[in-house]
């Protein structure tokens, strides 16, 4: 039976992360995906923002890895010629009563150094986007856009240039470690040993962790929720020259405005808690849409906005609770065998990609010189 050195579950944004920044400390690292393509699911179904660093709490995973991985990504982009661009980003308060939010929001992102961050008038905001409604906004200067599949190729490339590989069509059925080695039991029964195993399977890493037979393992698993949100998009080039954010929901950043890198725009994500997995955009929803962009842009044409595309984010709180935080997990058995677990990786994951990544590999060590 074949034993590798380090496998990363999950060729998603995060997976090739991982796995790019182990192949730096001279690791033979080998991704395997369940599905026929790269990042076919959360990866793929986001916003594309370069998020700065503005939401999370003090001292959390979320805002010390946004923020860092913010740099790391743009650094890479640079490097590695993907598609992207510092545009900025207005998060605007639309009524008077949302003043105190937006001001404690300016506050808590100096505290996470986002960088730039200034408070607007209405008269100084609607300077920078004639169309913009609100009554003040925050200025987001380091918030950018990016081509989220042209991101996984580079990191595809990266790693295959150190010797790693990607293998797709490799769903796993279960986990065992036993006498201080990790195997991965196909669903074709096909069997693989490893010394290492990253789990960043996204909306699957609770349950492919719930395949190791182990009390201790099992007891530190936390329950995935899957929260869907729908997109709309509209045909032709928005008249805005930077992304525009309402006020944080409780779940979520709210229906925001997001450009694509040719000037497109979309609109979202909502929230909807499911327990399924599923992309159909609700047609239906045009109307709430529509009521939520138009406090911020008037001039918005309701039978403009079409279904655009849906995406499911992993969460590790239930409904009602307060947004949780990044989870990692990380286990040494007996032996040399390492296991590292990703949990609720959903926003700022992309931009916390290469971070998180940096964190796995250094848990997992340089390989040792003989």
Known sequence: METL?????????????CAYQLSLTGRNVMV???HSAIGTETSARNSEVIHAGLYYPTGSLKARACVAGKSMLYQFCREYDVPHKKIGKLVVATDKSQLAKLHALKTQGD??????LRLLSATDAQSMEPEL???????????????????????EGALESKGGEV????????IEVSTGICQLVMADGYRLKTNNLILAAGL?????MQTIDSKAVKKEIPNTYFVKGSYFTQSGKAPFSHLIYPLPEKAGLGIHLTLDLAGGARFG???????????KVDPGKQQKFYNSIRRYWPGVIENTLQPGYAGIRPKIVSQGAPAGDFQLYHKKFSGKTQLIAFFGIESPGLTSSLYLGKIAAEIIGKVPKK
């Not at 009554?135 to 990191?155: C, E, R």
């Open 5 to 17: 050195d380090t496998v990363v579950v999950g060729a998603g944004i995060l997976g090739l992360a």
């Open 32 to 34: 395997l995906e369940q």
């Open 111 to 116: 505290i996470n150094n986002a960088g730039g």
């Open 133 to 155: 409604r609100c009554v003040s906004a925050i200025h987001s200067p380091t918030t950018g856009i990016i081509d989220s599949h042209g991101l996984m190729l580079a990191l």
């Open 167 to 174: 293998v797709l069509e490799t769903k796993i059925a279960r």
């Open 204 to 208: 699957h890493t609770s349950l492919l």
């Open 269 to 279: 994500p909502d929230v909807e808690w499911v327990d399924t997995i599923n992309y």
